[in-house]
């Protein structure tokens, strides 16, 4: 499990299932795009998303799970706007999270 900022450089709205690419830079100065995986399109607009919720440029801060064989590649557990980080536009667990009064749901 790995809490990471980037930049966001690609959102899809793809059926099963989203991806949102973040680049990370690392001490170093190298880039690394992780590419994680959500849930459906669907239950991400059940959440209050909508396609102009999280835009290429955008600052952020992510939560996940990396691969067993790529680490870059993995399942996003949470994403939040760097400038509000307490305010998730993301959090597995779909709208029934709502319910828990996850910080952000509407």
Avoid: C
């Avoid at 994680?36 to 939560?63: A, D, Y």
């Avoid at 994403?79 to 709208?95: S, Y």
Wanted: proline letters at 7%.
């Amino acid at each position: 499990k790995f809490k990471l900022q980037g930049v966001v450089s690609q959102v899809l709205w793809t059926n099963p299932h989203m991806r949102v690419h973040v680049d990370v830079t690392d001490a170093g100065g190298k880039v690394t795009t992780y590419n994680m995986e959500i849930t459906s399109p669907n239950s991400v607009q059940r959440q209050g998303w909508g396609r102009n919720s999280l835009l290429p440029g955008e600052k952020v801060v992510f939560e996940g799970y990396g691969g067993k064989v790529v680490e870059s590649r993995g399942s996003l557990l949470s994403i939040a706007k760097l400038d509000a980080p307490d305010k998730p536009l993301f959090v597995q667990g779909g709208p029934e999270a709502a319910a828990e009064g996850f910080p952000g749901q509407r």
